[in-house]
């Protein structure tokens, strides 16, 4: 058992960058992705868990909530989280904060990746790709060391209720918006989107995917299709694909993640 577990949801491998960059600090980490039923939820042995995911609709994304009630931790053990938002923080921090009791807790804005909704640059304050990367990273090395040091955050993450409604709505929108994803002409039959999405909602049929309703969101599929050929209606042909470019697809496949 590794002394620091961090459990993390990541679509376009943003909040995998940064579950990663923390782990560098803290040393001996466990990432355990979150994506599909963690691989392990037994994290009594652990000195510090961790949760890092993005704000989804104002809340929490796909079953993270389901998943972060069946994990168990010590009592007396370290625990922290980092949300990723592009626009408000919801309350998916409030959300955990009542399931875990938080000791420390951050948040960072970054570019949107539902771009069936909005376009990525739209985050809030506005920022380029690279600045945006270069915040995550310095952010990442400030929050490892609290981490490390075990540092409490002086109030409790808010509640925010309104955006509690706002994400029960966003939830049930998937099944209807996965009638949408398309493949253009430009699908070269590679099997990325196959491979990387977490609820096998997606097969190739005849060398091109064909997609089911069980879809949890995550957008992977869109963001690393290395031709850019999977869409969600017309809206996104028009909009730029911002995967996070220190992350490849396969990583999002992996169940653990260790760094030393």
Request: proline share 5%.
């Amino acid at each position: 058992m590794s002394e620091n577990i961090i459990y993390c949801y990541s679509g376009s491998g943003h909040c995998l960058n940064m579950a990663e960059s923390i782990a560098k600090v803290l040393g001996d980490t466990d990432i355990v992705l979150m994506r599909s039923y963690p691989a392990k939820t037994d994290a009594t042995e652990a000195k510090r868990v961790g949760f890092v995911f993005p704000c989804y609709g104002g809340g929490l994304p796909g079953d993270v909530e389901s998943y972060v009630k069946a994990i168990k931790i010590a009592p007396g053990a370290y625990k922290f989280a980092v949300e990723q938002f592009a626009g408000y923080m919801g309350c998916g921090l409030h959300k955990i904060d009542e399931i875990v009791d938080l000791d420390y807790w951050a948040t960072i804005s970054n570019h949107s990746t539902c771009i069936w909704l909005m376009p990525h640059v739209l985050t809030i304050p506005p920022t380029s790709k690279k600045t945006a990367q270069k915040r995550l990273d310095r952010t990442a090395e400030k929050v490892g060391a609290a981490v490390k040091a075990m540092e409490r955050s002086e109030k409790k993450p808010p509640k925010k209720a309104f955006f509690a409604l706002e994400s029960k709505g966003f939830s049930g929108m998937h099944a209807a918006r996965s009638k949408k994803f398309v493949a253009s002409e430009a699908c070269i039959g590679c099997g990325t989107c196959e491979k990387i999405c977490p609820r096998n909602n997606i097969q190739l049929i005849n060398g091109k995917p064909s997609f089911g309703t069980n879809c949890i969101g995550c957008l992977s599929c869109v963001q690393f299709c290395p031709k850019s050929a999977i869409d969600v209606g017309k809206i996104t042909a028009r909009r730029e694909r911002f995967p996070n470019p220190n992350v490849k697809a396969a990583d999002l496949s992996k169940k653990i993640i260790h760094i030393d």
